[in-house]
């Protein structure tokens, strides 16, 4: 579903150049659920945004559902059509209510009728438990309702692969069991999934795959049953004695 | 500063009213000393007054008969060329003919009075007018030169910022007699559109710089989530950015659309009848100078106030979502 090829990404800002992701190759297959875990400034957010263009990559390719999304005459907002993204901040269209939300791009984008659009919504809401609140604004809910709302938000489109920019650490710890358990949800659906988090036991139990990134790379790529009982490399070793 | 208890208000707000007593007394003592003569009873005039329009025979004849009696009379006139008596109603006091008169065709038979719109009102309205016109004008110059600032386009981003700092480094009266003697003159323009087109010049520049700082200020995951979304950038900015932007912009482009109605004073220099030249017009007839002018301050006033509380109340609006 996502392969990516050799993937560089370089930061430069006043004198100093920073690899942020340095020579990245890896695939993720049709219903695999794969867990990015790793220490800050590791790359992996960067890694995850290169994934539907919304970082601009200097080398590499990166190749979803057989569409090169660097390619030439790939049409990136058809790509990220089929792409979704749930961001550690919500993002949620704060001047749009909740139902606004979930069937602004379905009518933009996907040119659905306002009532397909609506019914849609609704029972995406109501999936993800917030259906109840579909007519405030977003700035009337909690953290975890919000971005609960901002998986619906992102699931009206149909995407056939969903990006979770760190969900959860912007979260009152109380709030974080209801967005996992949303994604948990989906990943047993069979949904595509790309995660950077640092909930291990989510990675844990529903990851098909860790990827444990630092520095840019990929130091370690392996099922979570062998990461987290016998990680090989001492990085790795290292990262998960600080947060187990 | 004590915490809790709050101190009194009220010799604060006696302090305030004692200095507002003191400076209306001031004012008034101050006048007294230049033996100024207040006239307000010549004022109204200016905003409305009744004109006597004079009636002619609409032939030549002979007067048939008046009837009527009251305020108005209507006279019978009988076309010296035969036919059906003509009828001119005039006023009873302005009458100039009698039953039997020979009257030519333009003959004035009398008057009948008009209510006339002033010289103020019409200042007013021009004023009124003109600042709407050029501030819609330089909203929609302001929104396309605020987008071409922030394009990654060099060549726009050029343009935009040559045309800011061209516009924001000279005075605007400067610019009006640019517009009005050259740009005029090689376009053949009428002074009211050289005028307009000199102040949504001069708003455009100003409301440019207020639309780059609102679109600036929504956070980039904003516009993010949408692209995410597969929205393209027209449509981010469509239904995402400018709409909170807009919000957030309301209260400097209160500002600035009270700037213009006062800054839209200065089109009376290639003059066009403006608010400002209607009063400097009524004060060479009536020497009533104090009153005119404070009469046209108060109408700026009025009208600046009038739109701040517009846009207060969309300002609160819009605030439903917060």
Redesign the interface.
Known sequence: MIEVKHLVKIFTSRNQVVRAVDDVSTAIAKGEVVVVIGPSGSGKSTFLRCL?G?EEFDDGQVIIDGIDIAGSKTNL??V??E???V?Q?F???????VLENVT??QR??RKRKAAEAHDKAMALLSKVGIAEKAQQ???RLSGGQQQRV?IA??LA?DPKVMLFDEPTSALDPEMVGEVLDVMQQLAREGMTMAVVTHEMGFAREVAHRVLFMDAGRILEDASPAQFFTAPREPRAQTFLKQVL | MPLKKRSPQWPWQGLLVLILVGMAAGLWFATQRVHYEWRWERVPQYFLYQADEPQVAPAAGTVQAIHGDGATRTVDIAPATGGAPLQVTVASSSLQVKVGDTVAADDDIGTTPHWRIGPLTQGLWITIWLSFVSGFIGLIIGLITGLCRLSPNPTLRGLAVLYIELIRGTPLLVQIFIFYFFIGTVLNLDRIVAGVGALALFAGAYIAEIVRAGIQSI?R??S?????????ST?TML??VL??AF?RVLPPLAGQFISLIKDSSLVSVIAITDLTKSGREIITSSFATFEIWFTVALLYLLVTSVLSQLLFWLERRFA???
């Open positions: 539907n919304l907002n058809a990220r059509r792409v979704g993204m961001f901040h993002n949620l269209f704060p001047h749009k209510t602004l791009a933009v984008v604004y977003p700035s901002a938000r992102a489109m | 956070p995951g904003q993010e989530a949408a692209r995410s979304l597969g929205m393209s449509e239904h995402i709409p909170q919000k439903r979502s917060d």
